[in-house]
């Protein structure tokens, strides 16, 4: 299982994609569609239309990575269909891509330690 990196960002687009599109067709709907650039160091995460499949691309420092995933027997939870781009932590990506309710998924957050004297 590829674990993405705690601070990586992390950006899911939530209109169903064409499949047949390889790193080079995502590249220009991260460009044009979303208007972000997909050399950012963000991972973009795409779907097919059964919601069986996922695609993602990612900028490592030195070319583009295209990563696909296929569920045998479900489907992968996903937020409602619309022209928006959602955030996910690295936590919910992981939970999604192992086909969970990436939903349920929350950051914990740790106070800051206290200074000793």
Not at 7 to 16: D, E, F, G, R
Not at 41 to 69: H, Q
Not at 99 to 108: I, K, P, Y
């Amino acid at each position: 299982m590829i674990v993405p990196a705690s601070n990586v960002k992390v950006l899911i687009a939530t209109k169903p994609v064409d499949f047949r599109k390889g790193m080079d067709g995502l590249s220009a709907i991260v460009k044009e569609t979303l208007s972000h650039d997909p050399h950012g160091g963000v991972i973009y995460v795409f779907r097919s239309k059964r919601a069986d499949r996922l695609k993602l691309l990612y900028w490592d420092g030195t070319g583009l990575v295209l990563v696909t995933k296929r569920l045998e027997h479900c489907s992968f939870r996903w937020p409602t269909i619309s022209d928006a781009v959602m955030r996910l932590s690295p936590g919910q990506l992981s939970a999604l891509l192992e086909g969970l309710d990436w939903t349920r998924v929350r950051a914990v957050r740790v106070a800051a330690p206290k200074a000793v004297l």
